[in-house]
């Protein structure tokens, strides 16, 4: 099973300010052939669905404000939220979707400072 | 707009089974992959499994073998079945839809908490 592990578990972040989450692979997401990385990102809010954000690394889902963003590639991905709202309070998670069993990262817990 | 909705017991003893079913609403159920992933209480996610809409599917082995999807498109509906349950089992379980095999999960259910106790 390929492992995913989030840094770090919980970070509070200043309304305005940035939040980074970064996301590690045990092994690389990252499909040769067609240069894609097989690695989203979720939103998840107390009582809700996760909500998918961002895939291919950094594709942003629509309707996903651009405030979010996601980069690297291979065993390395980063989230970050430009200009933290209050809204944006929530776990995030990465997930790998390149082989089975799919898996997800622990989680980091985005609060405001 | 896409909806899925689960249905069940919220509660099952320990030792039988969880049986969960999820209506598909807003589209047709085949063409795409169809996933559960479950989340114990204040805990990350778990990939239980899925299946295709051709009824080819996967499980995660950490179940041991305990899971059973299927697929009833005259419904539009899938199901989850898991045996031999334990407390371990505890957590609220969704369903998820992806638009292919290696795609993410773009449409999630509410999700169902199922509780395993005596």
């Known amino acids: 099973d390929i492992v995913m592990t989030q840094s770090p578990d919980s970070l509070a972040v200043s309304l305005g300010e940035r939040a980074t989450i970064n996301c590690k692979s045990s092994q690389s997401v990252l499909d040769n052939s067609n240069n894609n990385n097989y690695l989203a990102w979720y939103q998840q809010k107390p009582g809700q669905p996760p909500k998918l954000l961002i895939y291919w690394a950094s594709t942003r889902e629509s309707g996903v404000p651009d405030r979010f963003s996601g980069s690297g590639s291979g065993t390395d991905f980063t989230l970050t939220i430009s200009n933290l709202q209050a809204e944006d309070v929530a776990v995030y998670y990465c997930?790998?979707?390149?082989?089975?069993?799919?898996?997800f990262g622990q989680g980091t817990k985005v609060e405001i400072k | 707009q896409v909806q899925l909705q689960e249905s069940g017991p919220g509660l099952v003893k320990p030792s039988e089974t969880l049986s969960l079913a999820c209506t598909v609403s807003?589209?047709?159920?085949?063409?795409?992959?169809w996933g559960w992933v479950r989340q114990p209480p204040g805990k990350g996610l778990e990939w239980i499994g899925y299946?295709?809409?051709?009824?080819?599917?996967h499980y995660n082995p950490s179940l041991k073998r305990r899971g059973t999807i299927s697929l009833d498109t005259s419904k539009n509906q899938f199901s989850l079945k898991l045996t031999s349950v334990t407390a371990a089992d505890t957590a609220v379980y969704y369903c998820a839809r992806a638009d292919g095999y290696q795609m993410p999960y773009d449409y999630w259910g509410q999700g169902t908490l199922v509780t395993v106790s005596s």
């Open positions: 807003g589209g047709s159920i085949s063409s795409y992959y």
């Open positions: 997930h790998q979707f390149y082989t089975l069993p799919r898996t």
């Open positions: 299946i295709y809409y051709t009824g080819s599917t």
